[in-house]
């Protein structure tokens, strides 16, 4: 993976299991429970005060709606308050540092629209998603 997107130090990224990425820090985890998976684990960001109970329901419609298709589910850190997005990467004989590099690009993706439409998002705008319209889902 770290050959695939151009990370010169691969011993400081397998010592700290994390990577930026579209400017999100992402960890990279493994359980010996579950050994024939990757774990990404991207923070987000902070939920402003306020808005939690919204960020929840929106965070669970995108569970049921988006992710129940991928093997990632969005949740709150429970030290922090930030909003991460976990996902689980089935690792089989053909997983590549480009797949890999790829998925984390396309998760970026997802917490930038996140960032933008709701963490960040004007009163206004975040009112708007907030109403029940479905159509801020995107997949």
Sequence with gaps: M???VG???VDHVLQTRSIEVGGFDVRLDYFEDDIDALYLNFDFGAVSAGRTATVFRLML????LVYAQDQAQLGIDSDFGNAVLLVR???E???SGDM???LLAHYSEHGSY?????LDASDERFEGIASGNF?????
């Design 2 to 4: 770290c050959e695939a």
């Design 7 to 9: 990370l010169p130090d």
């Design 61 to 64: 419609e995108a569970n049921l």
């Design 89 to 91: 990467v089935p690792v």
């Design 93 to 95: 004989h053909d997983t």
């Design 100 to 102: 890999i590099a790829d």
């Design 114 to 118: 996140w960032r933008q439409s709701i």
């Design 135 to 139: 159509s801020w889902i995107r997949a």
